[in-house]
Every structure is written in C-alpha cells, then in structure tokens.
C-alpha cells in the first residue's frame, strides 16, 4: 500500500469514528406565568418596574442545578436555562406582576422608567430543595417614585411541592415561588394605593 495513503485513510477514520459519537442534546428551559392567587383591586393605577433581581450565587449560571439525594446540588450539563437566570426571573416576575395589577401600570425592564414610576427591588437570598419541597426566602423593596413617601421593605418565606428533582421539576418550582412572590408584591402594592 502507498504509505502516503496510510495517513490519510487514518485521519477519514478517525472522523468517521468521532461523527458517531454524539453527545445528549442540550436542553434549554424558561420560566413560565403562573396564576395569580387572587385578583386585586386597586383605585388608581401607579407605573412600576422591577428594577433588580439577584439570584444565589450558585443559582447564577446557564446550566440547572438540582438536589441529589445527599442533599447537595448538582450541575445538569445538558439542561440549561434559556436566559441566565436573575434575567429570566426579572423578566419572569414582571410578567407575573402584570397579570396582577392593573392593565399598563407595569413597565418592562428593558424599557426607560419615567421619573415618577415605582421601582421595586428584590433579592432572593435563598432557593432550597428538602424532601419533595421548594422553598425560596426572598426579601425586596418598593422605593416610590413620591420622594416624600417611604420605602416599604418585606422579607417572606415562599414554598411549594416539588416531587421530583428533574430540571423540569426544578424549572416549575422556580416558575411557581417567583408566582407567588408577584402576589406578595401585589399585596404590598394594593395597601400602598392610599391617597397622599
């Protein structure tokens, strides 16, 4: 055989080797709307934004984390969410809050907020996973746009089922927690709806 051929018959080798290798499929997921608990009604209506939204650190990256059975957190390589996360929370929990409060008070982050808008702030310090349960500890601040009217500052434990610890799973329990912290906020907004 031609030894010049040798190396070249390798090399198609090889590739045809690693062409049949194939990894997993990346899987990418968003959080999703969840529905209010209860509707509120409101006398006037106040433009608001979420202005920030921190994450844990751990939770700060593209790829899923979910709980083993030791307790500890896992990275999933192939499942990632669609959006770093504190984005898509933000983004996530501003939807949520128009589904809440009056049509046209909620302005979207990426929008330019008009000096007298509300903003509202939040940190979610902690998100947990213990036995089939979800549990997220988040604090945040409505600043409003009044200078003469002070900042209200709320912290409240969110919890919800989580029966399983698959990236879909993980995904519904953030999507559900960030619900139910939109209805915390609506709440807080709907006792601040009082006339100066």
């Not at 090889?14 to 529905?35: E, W």
């Not at 751990?58 to 990275?75: F, N």
């Not at 008009?114 to 702030?121: F, R």
């Amino acid at each position: 055989m031609n030894q010049t051929l040798i190396p070249w018959i390798a090399c198609c080798a090889l590739a045809l080797a690693l062409g049949a290798c194939r990894s997993a499929p990346t899987r990418f997921y968003g959080l999703q709307q969840a529905a209010p608990a209860t509707r509120l009604s409101y006398q006037r209506i106040l433009a608001l934004r979420v202005d920030s939204l921190s994450v844990p650190a751990g939770w700060d990256r593209i790829e899923i984390l979910r709980p083993t059975l030791d307790g500890s957190l896992e990275i999933s390589e192939f499942d990632h969410w669609s959006a770093p996360l504190r984005e898509a929370a933000k983004q996530a929990l501003s939807a949520d809050l128009n589904d809440r409060l009056p049509s046209g008070s909620v302005i979207y982050p990426r929008l330019p907020k008009p000096e007298a808008a509300w903003g509202i702030d939040v940190d979610v310090l902690e998100f947990t996973v213990a036995g089939s349960r979800a549990s997220m500890q988040a604090g945040w601040v409505i600043t409003p746009g009044a200078p003469s009217r002070a900042a209200k500052r709320t912290e409240a434990l969110l919890q919800c089922p989580m029966p399983s610890a698959q990236p879909a799973a993980v995904v519904r329990a953030w999507s559900e927690l960030i619900g139910q912290l939109a209805d915390h906020i609506a709440a807080d907004l709907a006792q601040l709806q009082t006339p100066d």
